[in-house]
């Protein structure tokens, strides 16, 4: 039997720093592959490094809802950086209202716009929804995310939440 990790952070400082036990780990517990999911651009050539550098990882490109500060993509830088062979998905993007509030527009916005090129380059989404339900699944809906799919990450929502993305041809992690 083997496994593969739908998604990890392993370009981050206490994992990267460490790659080399971090792989013998996966290794050991017969995790083949791994996905190493993108939070924002500034970080994205240390993600796409490690895909680069290892056979059997592989990264996404995408800027997180928490990351509030970060110069927002757009839908051709997105889609740009995901002609690479070695990304397989857009994200993580997505609406996270229980960190954040205020005037969240530009979450939504950001959101789209992972959402539109996704859907440019014909690659799944990762998304992160946290106290969000009604809004991420409307923006899905309305953006057509059901063309790409792909998973509903750190989802906390309900039951009818979930059902709703399971119709979007979404899978929930």
């Not at 981050?12 to 460490?18: A, E, H, I, K």
């Not at 780990?25 to 924002?40: D, E, G, I, W, Y």
């Not at 998905?89 to 996704?118: K, M, S, V």
């Not at 899905?140 to 059901?146: C, D, I, R, T």
């Amino acid at each position: 039997m083997s496994f593969i990790d739908s998604h990890c952070h392993i370009n981050f400082p206490d994992l990267v720093n460490n790659i080399d036990d971090v792989l013998a780990q996966m290794h050991a517990n017969h995790v083949t592959k791994a996905l190493c999911v993108s939070v924002n651009l500034p970080d994205f050539p240390q993600v796409l490094a490690l895909a680069e550098r290892f056979e059997n990882i592989y990264a996404s490109v995408g800027v997180h809802p928490d990351y509030e500060n970060e110069i927002e993509p757009t839908v051709a830088q997105l889609v740009a950086l995901a002609q690479h062979p070695k990304i397989i998905a857009i994200g993580e993007t997505g609406l996270d209202y229980f960190r954040l509030t205020g005037d969240l527009e530009w979450q939504r916005e950001r959101f789209r716009t992972h959402i539109r090129a996704a859907r440019a380059c014909k690659k799944p989404l990762i998304i992160h929804t946290r106290a969000s339900a009604d809004d991420t699944v409307r923006i899905m809906a309305e953006e057509n995310a059901q063309e790409v799919g792909g998973v509903m990450h750190c989802f906390t929502e309900n039951w009818e939440t979930a059902q709703a993305a399971l119709d979007l041809n979404f899978y929930i992690s």
